[in-house]
T-cell receptor, first 112, second 115 residues
């Protein structure tokens, strides 16, 4: 079954607004990663947050992790048209068959 | 660095034909991954290699799929015989660290259409 599930499935906002996407997962994790995929392209790594971290920043991106709720959020501030893409969370489990499991993604559309 | 290189970028073939997808990982990376992406099933890990050795092939759909990594700079994913349900975008990714939980760098993908 899918480890990470993003919410919402699709999001449309005006350019300049902030966009927030959420990811929920089921089992204990070593780390959680966010990736972006532009239409017709490969995935691009955005940020990795480890299980002992609560918040991480990278430019206009802010990621939070709440291991007690098994959830993470990705905030994109001051959105731009170029941010239009699908965003995926990927979880790395803490045990067992350790490999990344990708969620189903949030499709973000920035309206100019 | 050129990033992960995949070829071909597009492949159209007829059912029953053999298809070979190729990947060149980022130089110095120790892990290589093959994924398949479809609308219905999302992104699925097919197989991954650590230091050229296959570690987990539990995602390979069936015996029609095989993957090799003869050296650190080249891998192939072969489908023989191909079927229409194999139509998807196939991604190769590589990672610096040994293992499957570190940052992965994806190639541009091969869009496969089986008629």
């Amino acid at each position: 079954s899918q480890q990470g599930e993003e919410d919402p499935q699709a999001l449309s906002i005006q350019e300049g607004e902030n966009a927030t996407m959420n990811c929920s997962y089921k089992t204990s994790i070593n780390n959680l990663q966010w990736y972006r995929q532009n239409s017709g392209r490969g995935l691009v790594h955005l940020i990795l947050i480890r299980s002992n971290e609560r918040e991480k920043h990278s430019g206009r991106l802010r990621v939070t992790l709440d291991t007690s709720k098994k959830s993470s959020s990705l905030l994109i501030t001051a959105s731009r048209a170029a941010d239009t893409a699908s965003y995926f969370c990927a979880t790395a489990p803490n045990f067992g068959n350790e490999k990344l499991t990708f969620g189903t993604g949030t499709r973000l559309t920035i309206i100019p | 660095d050129a990033g992960v290189i995949q070829s071909p970028r597009h492949e159209v073939t007829e059912m029953g034909q053999e298809v070979t997808l190729r990947c060149k990982p980022i130089s110095g990376h120790n892990s290589l991954f093959w994924y398949r992406q479809t609308m219905m099933r999302g992104l699925e890990l097919l197989i991954y290699f650590n230091n050229n050795v296959p570690i987990d092939d539990s995602g390979m759909p069936e015996d029609r799929f095989s993957a090799k990594m003869p050296n650190a700079s080249f891998s192939t994913l072969k489908i023989q015989p191909s079927e229409p349900r194999d139509s998807a975008v196939y991604f190769c990714a590589s990672s610096l660290m040994v293992g499957a939980t570190d940052t992965q760098y994806f190639g541009p993908g091969t869009r496969l259409t089986v008629l």
